[in-house]
Every structure is written in structure tokens, then in C-alpha cells.
């Protein structure tokens, strides 16, 4: 591993924030801010949106709960863990994860444990993702998604998912970030309680 160079990097001064633009789900900000090395000012867009949730959902006898839909930003069919936003109403993301995955999948389950938490990317975007564990579901009835959903759920088991990262089919990134962060858990070296 590297040695880490100098210090800490500084933050750069923010002389101006400007709303652009409200599309339903995200909000394009202009951030003005001055560099701290050359004093020069530069513009950055930020998308600002809800914080997001996903759940890495274990049925008891050694299932992962998937749910495929269709992604317009790819134009195809995604394989997917449970999640979505954090809604105002939600105390927090706990409970939005306990929404969405009863209703995405139909499952619910009473034990719940933290896995971590990323920036989606934090170089255009302002919000979080959360993912949680969720063991022993087990289904409670049928998925209940929003309007602008069509979902499949699909019980995949666990042995089987490293393959189906391998092979190309899970690509959301968020996916595979909690994913690891089960893994992580799974292994003992991130406590995930």
C-alpha cells in the first residue's frame, strides 16, 4: 500500500449555490467554489435527490431475493436487489428498507441489521445509499410496487450469485457495492451490526 501524500485536502470555499432545475426526482444545483490551491473560482453540478436504500433480503433456506425490471437509462432488463428511495415520510432508512422490500418482493422479515452505507458518487451526487440485511423473510403476500414499476422477483441461491456477478448479468453498481458489503459482513472483517 502507498504512503498517503502531504495532508488532507482542503475543501474548497463555496461562494455561490444556485438551484437549476427540479425534475420529480433529482435537482441540478450550481455549486461556485474557489479553489484553495490556485484561488481560481469553478462551477460544479450537483444532482441533489433522495437518500437510497438496498437490502440484501435471505430467505431461510438459503435464498437471496432478485428483482428484475426494465432500466431506461440502459434500455434493458436489470437483475436487482430490493431498494429505492428514502421517502420524506420514512423515520428512516430502516423503515424504507422494510417498505421496499415488502413492496417490491411480498417478503417481509423481523431481523434486520445494518451492512453500511455509500456514496453512490460523490462527484456529481449528494445523496447515500444504505443496505441492510434482512434474514429469515419469508413472503407476507404479493409485491406491492409503484405505478412506474414492473417487477419479477426471483429467489436466487446464495451459491449461486458470485456467478451471476462473474458473468455479467448483476451490473448495477449499487448492487455489487452491497453485495460486498455482504460479503464483508459474511466474512467477519466489517461487523455489519
Known amino acids: ?23 420529480r426526482v433529482f435537482r441540478v444545483r450550481r455549486d461556485r467554489a474557489v479553489s484553495p490551491v490556485t484561488g481560481d473560482a469553478h462551477d460544479f453540478f450537483v444532482l441533489e435527490g433522495a437518500d437510497w ?19 431506461h437509462g440502459t434500455g434493458s432488463e436489470t437483475l436487482e436487489i430490493p431498494g429505492g428511495c428514502v421517502d420524506p415520510g420514512d423515520a428512516s432508512p430502516l423503515v424504507a428498507a422494510r417498505r421496499e422490500l415488502r413492496e417490491e418482493t411480498g417478503y417481509v422479515s423481523d431481523d434486520w441489521s445494518p451492512l453500511g452505507d455509500v ?27 409503484d405505478g412506474n414499476e414492473d417487477l419479477r422477483v426471483d429467489v436466487i441461491p446464495r451459491a449461486e450469485v458470485d456467478g451471476l456477478v462473474r458473468s455479467g448479468r448483476i451490473t448495477h453498481a449499487l ?17 455489519g451490526e
Open 1 to 23: 500500500m502507498a504512503p498517503a501524500r502531504g495532508g488532507p485536502v482542503p475543501p474548497w470555499p463555496l461562494s455561490g449555490r444556485e438551484t437549476l432545475a427540479d425534475y
Open 175 to 191: 448492487v455489487l457495492a452491497a453485495l460486498h458489503l455482504f460479503a464483508l459482513s459474511a466474512s467477519g472483517s466489517r461487523s
Open 119 to 145: 456514496h453512490p458518487n460523490p462527484a456529481i451526487l449528494s445523496n447515500r445509499c444504505f443496505t441492510f440485511l434482512a434474514r429469515g423473510a419469508v413472503r407476507a403476500g404479493e409485491p406491492a410496487p
Open 53 to 71: 436504500v438496498n437490502v440484501v433480503a435471505l430467505t431461510g433456506d438459503g435464498g437471496m431475493l432478485f428483482v428484475r425490471q426494465y432500466r
